[in-house]
């Protein structure tokens, strides 16, 4: 069923977050030649979907899908998770481009050159056209042709035009401003009172006896799901390189091809003393200058300047360092501080220097001028450098010839991890619950998919690891459903008792405590003792902040609207039900209201914009589907869905 909606969610903005910025470089949109249009002879098993005339293919679907992954190197078990969302990405983005075009928002070809030449400079190596041939050559390296390219511009464009018609249409009121203004900056303290869903859990005790009742009801209820007897060989890259020793000569060769890595540019260490500026009214403004003055004199008499910068600085970051930035480079820093700090001789003191963050007390400890860093000095990293490589380069190779003789010899597992510099991991009868606890880690749900797909004794494919390593299973023995003994489930038959009993106990208790919680005037210290309860005041916070001891502060909503000391909730909130009542609520300052008025305006109008966005596409795709002229085909894109796994 398609799903509009799906594609808002935070881990598809993940996927598609760079749509627009190289167009068709990298996104929605089939990127490999041929894949770009439907063919006459396309049916609907080959498609996904049809929006107008254009239709959406089961292969161009998938190659998009595999594209992203490569260059967003999306993790594959999130794309296994995003596919639909993907899908549904691409439909709704043609949709919407059709729709810009039929309203006159496409672009004509002299757009689509301009937008071209802005948006990919690499075409015009000074300004001039690189010429047909080399743009297509350097469309092919980016797995594209010149039509789909300029297809996919043409639809990204039609969009964005579409997009900035809505925004130029959104309207947005003083009211609107005035509310926004006070949400964003209104805040409130409250007193909280939560009991936790496991709050009696550690009080109850559980004798053998009890557990063994319990067994002794049903132990056909207490199965071992089906488990493995296996080993892993694992390589890595840092092992790898152990087989290839590196000799200077090798090194010198390295560094004399790569000099320019080395060059260090001419460096400055720095200390300094900021008095802000940033946010203050003006008689703020009139006091800081007044206090970095002072300050700047007594550094200039003699005062010990790191013990002055602990004592009046307001950059955080290097306030408890007396001051020190350690050592800077040209670019670094913002332009009047920079232009400052070259300016001075070591141990020299400048004076008051304004930037936009304020007033600035320089001192230059120590100038470093450019230098090549001599050989000797990069020995090390040139040789994590060379290994890098060189192991990078032998490890699949030395992963396949190692697969080759375990599936002559898996018997010789551990000579033959030894001889490729690897480590052997083995497990006895473990279940895909245990198999992280034979060291495999976050790593062992692949090594179980390939375990369940093996038959006794055969050696499996090789495993791509993160951080370059490359896992070989060996599947020693299978070993089917069984019924526990007591000892074997007695850990697990404890746990679910006291899971069970805690939560009766808790049911049983929190009727009196929400009723004692709720009461005039209730007393949350005394009912937290009583209870076995937590009580607190958390500093105060606003509608999109954090509650100290609660997370985020958008479950409390009615702390800005609720009467002082009248108790509310419960509030489900992560296993623990809470109560609260709201201590104070203060109002934002609305002396600084004038000032953010032009950013307000922008958020709310982009805002809006959205909203209308939104609104406009799901009316729009709901109507061209009920009218047919929008199309989706599940059983083509349950293929596209299979295809990830």
Do not use: C
Request: charged share 30%.
């Amino acid at each position: 069923m398609f799903d509009l909606f799906r594609r808002r969610d935070t881990a598809v903005r993940y996927l598609l977050g760079g749509v627009l910025l190289m167009i068709a470089l990298s996104m929605v949109v089939t990127l490999i030649p041929g894949f770009g249009s439907a063919t006459p002879g396309d049916d609907r098993s080959d498609t996904v979907a049809k929006i107008g005339d254009e239709k959406v293919s089961v292969r161009e679907a998938i190659a998009s899908i595999q594209n992203v992954m490569r260059r967003q190197n999306v993790p594959p078990a999130a794309v296994k998770s995003l596919v639909d969302n993907f899908i549904d990405s691409m439909i709704s983005s043609r949709v919407m481009a059709l729709q810009a075009s039929n309203l006159g928002l496409g672009l004509s070809d002299k757009d689509l050159a301009e937008t071209i030449r802005s948006r990919v400079p690499q075409l015009f190596p000074n300004g001039q056209f690189m010429g047909r041939q080399a743009y297509e050559n350097f469309l092919a390296q980016n797995g594209m042709n010149v039509a789909e390219f300029e297809s996919n511009v043409r639809r990204s464009i039609a969009v964005e035009r579409m997009g900035k018609m809505i925004e130029d249409s959104v309207v947005v009121t003083d009211n609107e401003l005035l509310a926004e203004y006070r949400a964003n900056n209104q805040k409130a303290k409250i007193e909280y009172i939560s009991l936790a869903e496991d709050a009696y859990r550690d009080s109850i005790k559980l004798t053998d006896a009890e557990l063994k009742a319990v067994y002794d009801k049903e132990p056909s209820a207490f199965q071992h799901p089906v488990r493995y007897s296996y080993s892993v060989v694992i390589l890595d890259e840092a092992r790898t390189a152990m087989l290839f020793p590196v000799n200077d000569n090798d090194l010198k060769k390295l560094y004399s091809s790569t000099q320019d890595k080395y060059r260090l540019p001419e460096r400055l260490k720095v200390r300094h003393i900021l008095i802000k500026t940033t946010e203050k009214s003006p008689a703020d403004l009139a006091k800081a200058q007044t206090l970095a003055a002072d300050v700047l004199k007594q550094v200039k008499a003699g005062g010990n300047f790191a013990e002055l910068a602990k004592k009046y600085s307001d950059d955080p970051g290097s306030k408890a360092n007396g001051g020190d930035l350690g050592f800077i480079v040209r670019g670094q820093t913002v332009k009047d501080f920079e232009a400052s700090a070259f300016s001075l001789k070591p141990n020299e003191i400048s004076n008051l220097v304004k930037t936009e963050f304020g007033y600035h007390i320089l001192q230059l400890l120590e100038r470093q001028e450019p230098r090549l860093q001599p050989f000797e000095e990069v020995r090390d990293q040139l040789k994590a450098e060379y290994n890098k490589d060189s192991a990078g380069a032998k490890l699949n190779a030395n992963a396949d010839a190692a697969r080759a003789e375990l599936i002559k010899s898996p018997s010789q597992a551990e000579a033959i991890a030894s001889k490729y510099a690897g480590i052997l991991i083995t497990a006895d009868k473990t279940d895909q619950r245990k198999l992280v606890e034979g060291g495999l880690g976050q790593n062992a749900q692949d090594v179980y998919g390939a375990l369940t797909s093996l038959k006794k004794g055969e050696v499996g494919s090789t495993i791509n690891l993160p951080n370059a390593r490359i896992a070989i299973p060996i599947l020693r023995d299978t070993h089917p459903p069984s019924v526990m003994t007591f000892e074997e489930a007695r850990e697990a038959i404890r746990q679910s008792e006291i899971t069970k009993r805690s939560t009766e106990m808790f049911n049983q208790k929190f009727t009196a405590f929400s009723l004692a919680a709720k009461a005039p005037n209730a007393d949350f210290a005394a009912l937290a003792k009583t209870y076995s309860a937590e009580t607190k005041t958390p500093a105060e916070f606003g509608r999109t902040g954090f509650i100290e001891g609660l997370g985020s502060s958008s479950a409390f909503v009615e702390a800005f609207s609720a009467p002082l000391n009248a108790v509310q909730g419960p509030v489900s909130l992560d296993r623990k039900r809470v109560f609260f009542r709201v201590k104070e609520r203060n109002e934002p300052d609305m002396g600084k209201f004038a000032s953010e008025r032009a950013g307000l305006v922008d958020k709310l109008r982009q805002k809006k914009a959205r909203e209308r966005m939104d609104l406009f596409e799901a009316g729009l795709i709901e109507e061209l589907m009920r009218k047919g002229s929008v199309k989706v085909y599940e059983d083509a894109r349950q293929k596209v869905v299979a295809a990830f796994n």
